[in-house]
């Protein structure tokens, strides 16, 4: 896709992260010019890219406008945050070895069934993109075989990520209820606290970062990422073609569903919370517009959103919190209306409709290549 | 309430009544002592069958019984406005009420009031008071009320009052273990006809009685009670849907109209449903300082206020975006959101973060009963009453103004609309802003019963999207088929799951609806649709 | 006309509708319609406005479920029973009227995914096509003349050029059976006469069903004429056989 005006896009960008990801922990621990709040505050960031990676594989390329992808983050979260609260221990205020504090709090006697395993990495790791994995199948399943399209497919699955939201607000959800789960101690046996720890995070999330977007690549350059954007630009075309819609829709929706549990899991540790508040609608449309303002259908473009605007948040929000929201409202609004393509459609030149064309042309050309 | 009762029992006796005065005076003078007299003089006072003791026992079990110290001692009633009574004259009191104190009683001598005024009741001429006293004697089934309670009964006429006081009579019986088999198994089944949940706790308690008929008349009777009172407690259910469905309908509306008619998803729908919930603060705070008068009609004026407000909205919020992005309906939906954020930020911005009070008109208080045990309170009524006329006036609009036969022409086919003469751009920005005026309409209903806050819309938004998509697009009965049957389930589930688990099995239930009719309920069929 | 005997002739029919009726918010679309097509066979339908041209093609692939009536694709697929991309990997190809192809796509892209071959997504993701099929869509492009056009994205290519491409499609789908949706709608005088070329051509290896208006290309194809009214069949023959019925007449010129 880059391809032509951008060759190295699909090197680079990896290039970059693998830098960063060797770079931060040299400028954190050795030399200090870094502090552990930046690089957590950056860890966030590419957390956040990931997730709009995701969204961008489902929107930019298939075409399903996901409002729900906040649910699918913050599922994967929460598997993280569940270990996270296993590995407390008894270091907990109530010193309870096995119940996490919220649950000695409320009375429980013993840990829910859902919590089991939760202590070993080797369960709970597999259980971040499984769960949003079996969540988005099984959504994704009904949905697409009744084919709800378009702005029905936004709602319905803002409405599951409400639904979800109310439920983890529950304490009888076992989840830590309003407060969600916290007060993380050690994650693989390292102090969660620890620079090093923060540092490692950081370089785990790059690099993750890196081999999701060479992931994303290879299913966007694949004869079946023709399909998928055959499907988002003729749908009924594509069947008649002989394609089944549905299921290269449940594939890329569930890729991407895991793909945002997986940030959502390295999200968890380095912001040392993950509380039901993750699942609201906002969080699902903000993570739509990082990926219009880089450009939805580049890769590249998602990351570059999601970084951009959560750069320009922490900015205002720190500066000229009032102004945050009104940025954020007119950005949708000017996005939608003047730059449909976003920055990496106005990074090339030429009419904005014809570029749409021609570099997914060029993108179709490399397939084969 | 006891007020009430006391200005009775001054209007029917305190004048003209025949007194006994040994009686009186000494339960009176025992009212003094400690806890033991002031429960034997209740007793006194009640057996004096003197007109005033009403008074004074009703002042007694509402702490408005003062005592000067002496000998005897003397007392006096407060009244509501704090002025004293001489309890013996039942006459202002004067100077001789100086340093009065409030008699001391304790739970148990309350009931003892409670259970004396009663007695003293059942003789009243009034028929209202006699009913209350039965009622009375009901609720505390003292078996010493026997025989006041009989003699009442052989003279009263009033079928009504000796109903109640049968009730009463079976309570004693069954309490007390009074009575006769016969009379008892009466009892068990007079009590059933009542039904209440009073009458639920004492058939209970009759589960360990030494005779097996009674256990099984009482059983059966405790069943049947139950049923009816679930049942009655579904009816509740179903209105307090009926009341949340047609504010649904109300805000949802709108959303159907820009949706339905023009295919455009406007994320800030739920912010012109709040605009209207400001527009009603405003208009109410500038009623309260020009119009004090007319306060309590601001609601009224905040309907077309909000209108226009809701409308005006939407009209700007067409023109300047939505006409640029149609045909692009996920475009709509981001830049609506944004709109949406823009809006509750200026709302916060201006108003404050904090929730604004808006008061509900004094004509708008109030409740009444429809059957035993059901109640609707006026405000529910009117808001249903209020919703559903602006439904059906919206249904009659569409139907019947040039401006309807316009926007279904648009709707239809634009493009033969177009060459009719009919300038569609103007029928989309007012369409769009008869959606937004309606939504900011639903905002002076909201304003009754949620706080009013700049997330005021977010908190219906999705509901009402469900409403729409569950009713099928473009159909406004569907919409209300769609609002009442989610708002109807809702508090239906409510019972059962507890609101946030029914409101998930709503959402989940509804997203399975979609599975199955992925265009709603209503949904036009056809290759138009598709095409 | 109904039910038509169980023992079938030796060779089955490659399209058999029976009795199909399809019915929109009371408005019948197709009223008991009934047709056959032998293998190899080229058909044209004509008929007016609103005949059910389209929902006849829209059951056929599968897009459209009758309520009542039997469709079945070479005597042994139940076409009431299965969705558009079984029917199409069955072997039944459809050119939409307005010509549908991926505009974002290369022409070439275009032809990779109609090519025949494996669509399952696991297939599509770990497999690229093979040097043979590279060969074939080389040729197909030959034949429609987009050979030039071969790197440019389809959206760029002009409405006859995008006819072609969308012919282009079908013909690397390979099907048995091949809708064609008034294929020379808006094309010029040489390019229908090229379609029409293109459609005989096409003949000679599989079974073509052509909806047209255009006489003068309908009957440049000199091919059985069936005409459609309200829903279902009116007339059946040659062109000239057609044109003379008397009914066909009074439907197309009224009183």
């Keep these: 896709m880059i391809s032509s005006r951008m060759p190295f896009a699909s090197v680079v960008v990896p290039a970059v992260l693998i830098a960063i990801a060797i770079l931060v922990p040299i400028l954190h621990l050795s030399t200090g010019t870094l502090p552990t709040y930046a690089v957590s505050l950056f860890g966030k960031y590419l957390c956040y890219a990931m997730l709009a990676l995701a969204l961008d594989l489902v929107w930019g390329y298939c075409g399903i406008l996901s409002l729900g992808h906040a649910a699918f983050f913050s599922l994967g979260g929460y598997a993280m945050g569940m270990y996270l609260m296993r590995q407390i221990g008894s270091r907990g205020v109530y010193g309870d070895p096995i119940l996490p504090d919220f649950m000695v709090f409320l009375n429980w006697k013993e840990l829910p069934w859902y919590w089991w395993g939760m202590d070993h990495a080797w369960f709970a790791f597999p259980m971040i993109v499984l769960v949003p994995g079996a969540l988005a199948l099984v959504f994704g399943w009904l949905a697409f075989r009744s084919r709800v399209t378009g702005v029905y497919l936004s709602i319905i699955s803002q409405a599951m990520t409400f639904a979800l939201l109310l439920a983890f607000f529950r304490n009888d959800m076992g989840m830590g209820g309003n407060n969600g789960l916290t007060d993380f101690k050690e994650i693989l046996g390292f102090d969660t606290g620890a620079d090093a720890t923060r540092s490692a995070l950081f370089s785990v999330t790059a690099i993750t970062l890196a081999l999701a977007y060479l992931l994303c690549v290879f299913v966007t350059r694949s004869r079946a990422g023709l399909v998928i954007v055959a499907i988002r630009d003729a749908e009924s075309r594509a069947r008649f073609c002989g394609y089944r819609v549905e299921h290269y829709k449940l594939f890329v929706w569930t890729i991407s569903a895991m793909l945002a549990g997986i940030a959502g899991a390295l999200y968890v540790p380095q912001v040392g919370i993950i509380n039901p508040s993750e699942f609201g609608t906002g969080n699902s449309i903000e993570a739509v517009i990082w990926v219009a303002l880089g450009g939805r259908g580049t890769l590249w473009g998602a990351i570059v959103g999601a970084v951009g605007v959560n750069f320009v948040k922490s900015w205002l929000t720190n500066n000229f919190p009032e102004w945050w929201l009104f940025a954020l409202g007119l950005m949708f609004v000017l996005v939608t209306l003047f730059l449909p393509k976003g920055i990496a459609g106005l990074l090339r030149l030429g009419g904005i409709d014809a570029f749409n064309r021609k570099s997914a042309a060029a993108e179709a050309g490399e397939a084969r290549s | ?531 | 006309m109904s039910a038509v005997s169980v023992d079938r002739p030796a060779r089955d029919p490659i399209l058999y509708l029976d009795g199909i009726s399809v019915t929109f918010d009371g408005f019948k679309a197709l009223n008991a319609l009934s047709l056959l097509l032998e293998p190899g066979e080229m058909r044209a339908i004509i008929g007016p406005n609103g005949a059910g041209k389209t929902t006849m093609m829209d059951v056929i692939t599968g897009k459209t479920r009758p309520q009542k009536g039997t469709a079945r694709f070479k005597g042994n697929l139940d076409l009431t029973r299965h969705d558009e991309a079984t029917i199409a990997r069955a072997g039944i190809g459809r050119k939409f009227q307005k010509p549908t192809v991926f505009e974002n796509h290369t022409v070439f892209d275009n032809l990779v995914l109609a090519i025949a071959g494996p669509r399952d997504v696991f297939s599509t993701l770990f497999r690229s096509i093979k040097p043979r099929q590279i060969e074939r869509i080389d040729a197909v492009l030959e034949t429609v003349r987009l050979t030039a056009a071969r790197d440019r994205p389809a959206g760029d290519l002009s409405h006859g050029q995008k006819q072609w491409l969308e012919i282009g499609m079908l013909l690397v789908q390979e099907p048995e059976l091949l809708l064609v949706d008034e294929p020379v709608a808006g094309m010029t005088d040489l390019e229908t006469e090229a379609t029409a070329d293109l459609l005989r051509e096409i003949n000679k290896t599989r079974s073509v069903m052509v909806v047209e208006h255009d006489m003068t290309f309908v009957r440049a194809l000199n091919v059985k004429v069936t005409v459609l009214h309200e829903g279902s069949v009116l007339a059946e023959g040659s062109l000239d056989q057609v044109q003379s019925n008397e009914r066909v007449i009074e439907v197309y010129l009224g009183r």
């Design chain 2, 1 to 531: 309430m006891l007020r009430i009762l006391l200005l009775a029992f001054l209007l029917c006796f305190g004048l003209s009544a025949e007194t006994r005065a040994d009686g009186f005076d000494d339960g009176l003078h025992l009212l003094g002592g400690k806890f033991d007299d002031v429960e034997r003089g209740v007793v006194i006072l009640a057996g004096s069958g003197d007109q005033r003791a009403g008074a004074v026992l009703a002042a007694l079990q509402d702490n408005r019984l003062m005592v000067v110290a002496g000998d005897p001692p003397s007392f006096f009633i407060r009244q509501a406005d704090d002025s004293l009574l001489d309890a013996a004259t039942l006459q202002p009191a004067g100077d001789a009420a100086a340093g009065a104190k409030a008699v001391r009683v304790n739970n148990r001598i309350r009931r003892a009031a409670e259970a004396a005024l009663g007695t003293l009741n059942l003789s009243s001429p009034n028929a209202a008071i006699r009913r209350q006293a039965a009622d009375a004697v009901f609720k505390a089934r003292d078996g010493e009320a026997l025989p006041a309670l009989e003699a009442a009964l052989a003279k009263e006429r009033d079928p009504d009052v000796k109903a109640v006081m049968e009730t009463a009579r079976a309570a004693i019986f069954l309490a007390n273990g009074q009575g006769d088999e016969a009379q008892r198994l009466q009892a068990v089944e007079t009590i059933g006809r009542r039904g209440d949940p009073d009458a639920l706790a004492m058939l209970r308690n009759l589960a360990n009685d030494t005779s097996a008929s009674i256990r099984e008349a009482a059983a059966a009777s405790v069943s049947s009670i139950e049923m009816r009172q679930s049942m009655l407690a579904r009816v509740q259910d179903a209105i307090y849907g009926i009341s949340l469905g047609s504010v649904l309908l109300l805000a949802a509306i709108g959303l159907a109209i820009t949706f339905g008619v023009m295919g455009v998803i406007n994320m800030a729908h739920g912010e012109m449903v709040m605009l209207g919930a400001y527009t009603t603060y405003v208009v109410q705070t500038l009623f309260v300082t020009y119009l004090p008068d007319a306060a309590n009609w601001s609601l009224i004026a905040a309907v077309p206020a909000a209108f226009v407000v809701g409308g005006l909205a939407g009209v700007i919020l067409e023109r300047t975006v939505i006409r640029f992005l149609y045909g692009r309906p996920l475009e709509t939906l981001l830049a609506t959101f944004g709109i949406s954020l823009i809006l509750q930020q200026a709302v916060r911005s201006i108003f404050g973060p904090t929730n604004r009070e808006v008061t509900s008109p004094s004509w708008m208080s109030g409740s009444f009963d429809i059957l035993d045990g059901l109640t609707l309170t006026s405000g529910r009524l009117v808001i249903i009453i209020f919703c559903l006329a602006v439904f059906l006036g919206l249904l009659a609009f569409i139907r019947y103004s040039r401006f309807g036969l316009e926007m279904r022409a648009v709707t239809q086919n634009r493009r033969m609309a177009a060459s009719m003469g009919i300038r569609t751009g103007l029928v989309d920005a007012l369409t769009f802003g008869l959606g937004s005026g309606i939504a900011g309409i639903a905002g002076v209903a909201l304003s009754q019963i949620d706080n009013v806050s700049p997330n005021l819309g977010q908190g219906y938004i999705i509901d009402s999207f469900l409403v729409v998509v569950f009713g099928g697009v473009g159909n406004l009965w569907g919409t209300l088929t769609g609002a009442m049957a989610i708002g109807i389930a809702n508090k239906l589930l409510e019972p059962f799951t507890g609101a946030v688990l029914g409101k998930i099995i709503l959402l989940v239930l509804v997203i399975l609806f979609i599975q199955k009719r992925p265009r709603g309920l209503f949904a036009l069929k056809g290759r138009a649709i598709e095409a």
